[in-house]
């Protein structure tokens, strides 16, 4: 594991041999670990911690909380077989014993999962995909911008009733597509704190969020976005959306974009800008309860 790979990173400390040392002297533990123990030793070898400012935020660990459905069994984590499974660190009811598995047992007494996540992961794609032993997720730590990837991250997690996105970061993501496909428990998603500037991907995105009454994505910056088709299919619990501050220039397709909305009665689509848009199969299908559909400025020239 090479932790001096980000260039300049250390250009402003004092004794960059000493911490070549240290780190060299580590070298087998996690990036996180290292930045604890210069803590430690900072005034011994007259460094100030305030210059790991940059170090830290690149090179910080994910640490996320599960609560597990009781007497729930399967994967409760599902990492991609291209990535390393020694940057996943697992932790069983707060012990301090790292865990090897990825799977619960029907018969396992486990209350809490932690899971700390190394640098290196760049990807969330499929991070719990067809968890269905998944109450809730809390992201409790996630000072790292990396993350490139949230397609399919949590697809199918269909007893997850519950997530904490507080901490969450997503200025780099460019796919979203598939990422609450199917969890058909969650009543509720504060996505406020969501930078969606850089996404490309929203296809699927909610698809099958069948529980969802109310969903607030008035922040969603959606201007490279070239596909949402399917976005809202099957969330027929959904009464109110609001997508005035969409912007769908870039748009070229919304297929089955509102299928299944049966409890949506009001839609109101005048912002919307149609000028490269191409696909529009069964956008409005099955939306049985919709009184009033503004779409007055749609125009397909394709």
Do not use: W
Request: hydrophobic share 35%.
């Amino acid at each position: 594991m090479n932790c001096l790979s980000s260039k300049n990173i250390f250009e402003n400390i004092k004794s960059n041999y000493v911490l070549q040392r240290i780190f060299k002297l580590l070298q087998h533990k996690r990036c996180l670990d290292i930045i604890n123990y210069n803590k430690n030793i900072q005034k011994r070898i007259n460094i100030n911690i305030n210059d790991y400012k940059a170090y830290s935020t690149e090179y910080s660990s994910i640490e996320i909380d599960i609560i597990p459905v009781m007497g729930g069994h399967g994967n409760f984590i599902h990492i991609n077989e291209e990535e390393n499974e020694y940057y996943y660190h697992i932790y069983f009811n707060d012990n301090n014993e790292e865990i090897k598995r990825y799977h619960l047992n029907r018969y396992d007494e486990i209350t809490k999962i932690t899971i700390i996540i190394d640098y290196q992961i760049k990807s969330f794609y499929k991070l719990f995909f067809h968890c269905i032993c998944i109450e809730s997720i809390s992201f409790t730590k996630f000072s790292r911008t990396n993350i490139t990837n949230m397609s399919n991250m949590f697809s199918g997690c269909s007893s997850l009733n519950e997530l904490d996105f507080s901490n969450f970061r997503t200025e780099n993501v460019t796919n979203m597509s598939f990422m609450f496909c199917g969890c058909s428990a969650l009543e509720y998603l504060n996505l406020n704190n969501f930078d969606t500037c850089k996404v490309t991907n929203m296809s699927f995105m909610f698809c099958g969020c069948s529980a969802l009454e109310y969903l607030n994505i008035n922040n969603f910056d959606t201007y490279k976005v070239t596909s949402m088709s399917h976005m809202f299919c099957g969330c027929s619990s959904l009464n109110e959306l609001n997508l005035y501050n969409f912007n769908t220039y870039k748009v070229n397709n919304m297929s089955y974009m509102f299928s299944g909305c049966s409890s949506l009665e009001y839609l109101n689509l005048n912002n919307f800008n149609t000028h490269n848009l191409m696909k529009v199969k069964c956008m409005f299908s099955e939306c049985s309860s919709v009184k009033g559909l503004e779409i007055i400025n749609f125009v397909l020239f394709k």
